[in-house]
């Protein structure tokens, strides 16, 4: 139904920013709840940042929220992930994930098992 595509990783000094894009193929874009996920190096895939179909709802975890800012534009087809005052433990692999289409417009999820589509992930490191 949707493919993903991110870009925008890199390596950063701490407290510097990036700004991540994924795009997604497909004429449903709008259908679909979009999240951002990020695995570490001997740890598991964790969730990160999450946006209704409509966008009139986000969630955040904890350790980025005043940070990290997820946000989409429907008529592109894209979601992004800007994230300012990097902190070393954000070193990982981050993704773009799609749920389920056809959900409420304001549903947003942080178990990665709602999640269908993946992208391949953009590397993200954070230097002391």
């Known amino acids: 139904q949707v493919q993903l595509v991110e870009s925008g990783g890199g390596l950063v000094q701490a407290g510097g920013s990036l700004r991540l894009s994924c795009v997604a193929s497909?004429?449903?874009?709008?259908?679909?709840?979009m999240g951002w996920f990020r695995q570490a190096p001997g740890k598991e895939r964790e969730f990160v940042a999450g946006?209704?179909?409509?966008?009139?709802?986000?969630n955040y975890a904890d350790s980025v929220k005043g940070r990290f800012t997820i946000s989409r534009d429907n008529a592109k087809n894209t979601v992004d992930l800007q994230m300012n005052n990097h902190k070393p433990e954000d070193t990982a692999v981050y993704y773009c994930?799609?749920?389920?289409?056809?959900?409420?417009?304001?549903?947003?999820?942080?178990?990665?098992?709602?999640?269908?589509?993946w992208g391949q992930g953009t590397q993200v490191t954070v230097s002391s």
């Open positions: 994930a799609a749920t389920t289409h056809f959900s409420a417009t304001n549903w947003v999820s942080r178990n990665k098992d709602d999640y269908v589509y």
């Open positions: 946006i209704s179909r409509s966008g009139s709802s986000t």
């Open positions: 497909g004429r449903t874009f709008s259908s679909y709840a």
